[in-house]
C-alpha cells in the first residue's frame, strides 16, 4: 500500500509502514510542511497514497469525501505521544491486510478502528 504520512505523526511512523512492506512518505519527504489541508489532500489524491494524520479536519467527508481519496486514516488517541502513536499503529497493521481503505475513511482509536465507505463495517 502506498502512504502519505501527515507532519503530526512521528518520522518513525514511516519506517514502521516501509519495514512492514508499505511505500510510505512523510509530509516532511516532500516539503510540504506547513500546507493547508486541502494541498495535503491534493497531493494524497495526485499521488493515489493513503493519507495517515491525526488532524480531525480529515475526518469531515463533507470536506473530504472518502470515495474521492485512496483512503483516509484519522487517529484519535488518548495520547499523541510517540510511543503511542506507534503502539497503535503497529496494531493497525493486520487491519491493513484484511480490510480495503480504498475509497474509506478509517477512524482509528486507542483500541478501535470504525471504517466509514462503500461497505461500512467496524474492526
Same mark, same amino acid.
Given at each position: 500500500?502506498?502512504?502519505?504520512?501527515?507532519?503530526?505523526?512521528?518520522?518513525?511512523?514511516?519506517?514502521? $509502514? /516501509?519495514?512492514?512492506?508499505?511505500?510510505?512518505?512523510?509530509?516532511?519527504? *516532500? +516539503? #510540504?510542511?506547513?500546507?493547508?489541508?486541502?494541498?495535503?489532500?491534493?497531493?494524497?489524491?495526485?499521488?493515489?497514497?493513503?493519507?495517515?494524520?491525526?488532524?480531525?479536519?480529515?475526518?469531515?467527508?463533507?470536506?473530504?469525501?472518502?470515495?474521492?481519496?485512496?483512503?483516509?486514516?484519522?487517529?484519535? $488517541? /488518548?495520547?499523541?505521544?510517540?510511543?503511542?502513536?506507534?503502539?497503535?499503529? *503497529? +496494531? #493497525?497493521?493486520?487491519?491493513?491486510?484484511?480490510?480495503?481503505?480504498?475509497?474509506?475513511?478509517?477512524?482509528?482509536?486507542?483500541?478501535?478502528?470504525?471504517?466509514?465507505?462503500?461497505?461500512?463495517?467496524?474492526?
Amino acid at each position: 500500500m502506498r502512504f502519505k504520512l501527515d507532519e503530526n505523526l512521528p518520522p518513525d511512523a514511516s519506517t514502521l $509502514l /516501509s519495514n512492514s512492506g508499505h511505500d510510505a512518505l512523510t509530509i516532511w519527504d *516532500q +516539503g #510540504l510542511q506547513g500546507r493547508p489541508d486541502a494541498k495535503i489532500a491534493e497531493v494524497c489524491q495526485e499521488e493515489q497514497r493513503t493519507l495517515i494524520t491525526l488532524d480531525l479536519d480529515f475526518a469531515d467527508i463533507r470536506a473530504y469525501p472518502p470515495n474521492q481519496y485512496s483512503g483516509l486514516i484519522v487517529m484519535r $488517541l /488518548s495520547s499523541q505521544s510517540r510511543t503511542h502513536v506507534l503502539r497503535v499503529l *503497529q +496494531g #493497525l497493521l493486520p487491519i491493513l491486510k484484511r480490510e480495503t481503505i480504498e475509497g474509506r475513511l478509517w477512524i482509528v482509536g486507542d483500541s478501535a478502528v470504525r471504517i466509514h465507505g462503500e461497505e461500512d463495517t467496524a474492526s
